[in-house]
């Protein structure tokens, strides 16, 4: 499976901006889709989730209620819409994949994660 991740650029607090992750490969082995982000010095933390087939979602606290994630399955994309942005919210974006697993938020239970890309929400 290989992600394909982009969308990321350099926003103003308080903006929005729209990640996509475009999948291809073996995506009939994965079931659970995930946006990761990791801040300089920090580990990488979970941010939200999405299962392929029934579409159920999850999100970190810290994002709940303004980002929400989406998947196309006609595409095999799945989005992450970002809005209210802060500055703590400025980090490498990744999308990962992985076989259907309860703890969404548990990043070895990923297999497969794309190049990252990067949000820089401006004070």
């Known amino acids: 499976v290989q992600l394909q991740a982009s969308g990321g650029g350099l926003v103003q607090a308080g903006g929005s901006l729209r990640l996509s992750c475009a999948a291809s490969?073996?995506?009939?082995?994965?079931?659970?889709m995930g946006w990761f982000r990791q801040a300089p010095g920090k580990e990488r933390e979970f941010v939200a989730a999405?299962?392929?087939?029934?579409?159920?979602?999850y999100y970190a606290d810290s994002v709940k209620g303004r980002f929400t994630i989406a998947r196309d399955r006609a595409k095999n994309t799945v989005y992450l819409q970002m809005t209210s942005l802060k500055p703590e919210d400025t980090a490498v974006y990744y999308c990962?994949?992985?076989?259907?697993?309860?703890?969404?938020?548990?990043?070895?239970?990923?297999?497969?994660w794309g190049q990252g890309t990067q949000v820089t929400v401006s004070s």
């Open positions: 999405i299962r392929w087939s029934g579409g159920s979602t």
């Open positions: 490969g073996r995506i009939f082995s994965t079931e659970t």
């Open positions: 990962a994949a992985g076989p259907p697993h309860d703890i969404v938020v548990d990043i070895t239970g990923y297999d497969y």
